[in-house]
């Protein structure tokens, strides 16, 4: 490809297509599905398929929508259940894996200069790098094929929201850990269950240093991203004073990695408080159980009940309410959402004690989602699991690998933001010269990549398999009704079935849902 003369051409079409305005001067008929049938479904999925469009039309919108928010899921595809069970972490209990990422870094540090602890060092990294490409195939798997599209992009949301860095540490070891045992199982239930389980992760104790917050060397890192970050947010009125009780609140917190009982050295009377969950253990001889004075409210030392209490308190906050609904909104429905949608999710939050399958019915009843349909520009995650979704339509992929690459090349890896942020949720992040550049490139790439993605080796077996046009019953019934006339004239120019695969997925009717 990096020698085709076309290229050049490819690129600059594909550019214009993806930076030009969203909408279509095409009026939609009296049909089923509707347009807005279609804008509502490309909310509520990363992408529409043919197994979701038939679910949908099938149920109805308010029966779709309930079977979505219930959070039950299908089995996945066999041929994709085959491969997430070859997968390490699928095979081993998490404790395991961090203490086999233990025994290789002990291993490298008491291996002798030279050869032998290059070696060392070389397992130890690739040990590390193999759990990580594998929870991130295991997520986009699920993204590309989970029948309950509205809890895999919630996944994808809160995992973001409570951000953690891969690079850091041994967090490649238990990413798999927080986004499957961590994330997913709450991903639509209550807000403060899931504070609390990412509170109690591996991975952010280490990512946010909680797991170093011991009585006499107090860390805040995490207590302020807790509160600045994952509930509240900015200016929302808390003071540095709270940051400092609530680090000491959190101070116990931490990681049991050596498989020890902090019960057997604690005094007796502190032994009955020492909690634990899977990695996790609150241990009372960490803890400064002095009494804090947090939000305006008194807590007595108490060991972990402080820190319940104190979740409890934060979450309860009208600025959590409505800081966790502007996000949820900015996500799904505009950069700058609607300030009468946001309030009306907050009253949801706030009257229902943070149930997101509430918040979220309130947002996907909402006549905003429908008046903002084709206005919201699709970050690299969402670009991507669209594409595939519609290339290859419900055929399980064998090689899950290449979708890891082009989030890499977009510049979005999972967990691969430094800073405890997340990526950002707004288009302008994701629309310069230079994304749209790389967002062609990977465009081109899904466009012809069907060889790739359903064969292990990358080679269809039975000789070469040119790419197929994505001109299918899916296509005509969701894209090719509201096309622009711009869009129709740059697919009429495609000189090849891969080539007018790429103008479509370049086009602005499919990077804007």
């Known amino acids: 490809m990096k020698n085709d003369p076309g290229r050049p051409r490819l690129r600059q079409l594909g550019c214009v297509l993806v930076l030009a305005l969203a909408g ?5 008929q009296a049909a089923a599905p509707t347009r807005d049938d279609i804008g509502w479904l490309q909310r509520a999925t990363f992408g529409i398929d043919s197994a979701s469009l038939a679910r949908y039309e099938q149920l109805g919108r308010q029966r779709y929508l309930d079977e979505q928010l219930s959070g039950r899921e299908a089995p ?3 041929g994709v259940s085959a491969l997430l069970d070859s997968f390490d972490l699928e095979r081993t209990p998490p404790a395991q894996l961090r203490a086999s990422g233990r025994d290789l870094r002990q291993q490298f540090k008491q291996a002798p200069e030279g050869a032998a602890r290059d070696t060392a060092k070389q397992a130890a990294q690739d040990f590390r790098k193999r759990l990580y490409e594998q929870t991130m195939q295991h997520a986009l798997l699920q993204a590309v094929y989970g029948s309950n599209q ?4 919630l996944v994808w949301f809160w995992q973001n929201h409570f951000s953690v860095y891969a690079a850091k540490g041994q967090v490649r070891v238990t990413a798999g850990d927080y986004l499957q045992q961590t994330i997913r199982p709450h991903a639509l239930g209550k807000f403060r269950d899931l504070v609390l389980a ?3 992760s591996p991975a952010m104790l280490e990512y946010l240093d909680n797991a170093k917050n011991v009585k006499g060397q107090t860390n805040e890192n995490y207590a302020r991203e807790l ?3 994952h509930t509240l947010g900015v200016g929302s009125g808390y003071s540095q004073q709270d940051v400092q009780q609530l680090a000491l609140i959190l101070t116990g917190a931490g990681l049991d990695l050596r498989g020890d009982d902090p019960a057997r050295r604690a005094r007796r009377r502190q032994q009955m408080q020492v909690q634990r969950d899977g990695m996790f253990v609150f241990n009372p001889a960490r803890h400064d159980f002095s009494d804090k004075t947090f939000l305006g409210h008194a807590i007595k030392g108490s060991g972990y009940a402080e820190i319940e209490q104190a979740i409890t308190l934060i979450t309860r906050q009208p600025a959590c309410a409505q800081f966790i ?3 949820l909104a900015t996500y799904f429905v505009a950069d700058q959402p609607p300030p009468a949608l946001v309030a009306r999710m907050a009253q ?8 997101i399958a509430a918040v979220m019915r309130t947002l996907f009843t909402s006549p905003e989602l429908l008046q903002s349909r084709g206005k919201k520009f699709k970050d690299p995650t969402q670009f991507m699991l669209s594409a595939v979704r519609l290339t290859v339509d419900g055929q399980p992929l064998a090689n899950a690998a290449p ?10 890896a999972p967990m691969g933001h430094v800073t405890p942020d997340g990526w950002p949720l707004d288009g302008a992040s994701w629309s310069s010269s230079g994304q749209m550049a790389k967002r062609f490139d990977v465009a081109a790439a899904i466009g012809g990549a069907r060889k790739r993605l359903l064969t292990t080796d990358g080679a269809p077996a039975g000789g070469k398999r040119a790419a197929r046009k994505l001109d299918t019953p899916l296509y005509r019934a969701t894209l090719e009704p509201w096309l622009s006339a711009s869009t129709r004239a740059a697919l009429d120019k495609a000189n090849s079935p891969g080539e007018w695969n790429t103008f479509l997925l370049s086009s602005p009717e499919f990077n804007y849902r």
């Open 227 to 229: 509160m600045e970050l």
């Open 24 to 28: 279509s001067g095409a009026v939609a």
């Open 325 to 327: 609904s502007r996000q």
């Open 348 to 355: 949801t939050f706030q009257r229902t004690d943070g149930d």
């Open 150 to 153: 509205l809890k895999e992009q």
């Open 403 to 412: 979708l890891v690459g082009w989030l890499r090349q977009m510049g979005q």
């Open 198 to 200: 990412t509170l109690q």
């Open 76 to 78: 996945l595809p066999t």
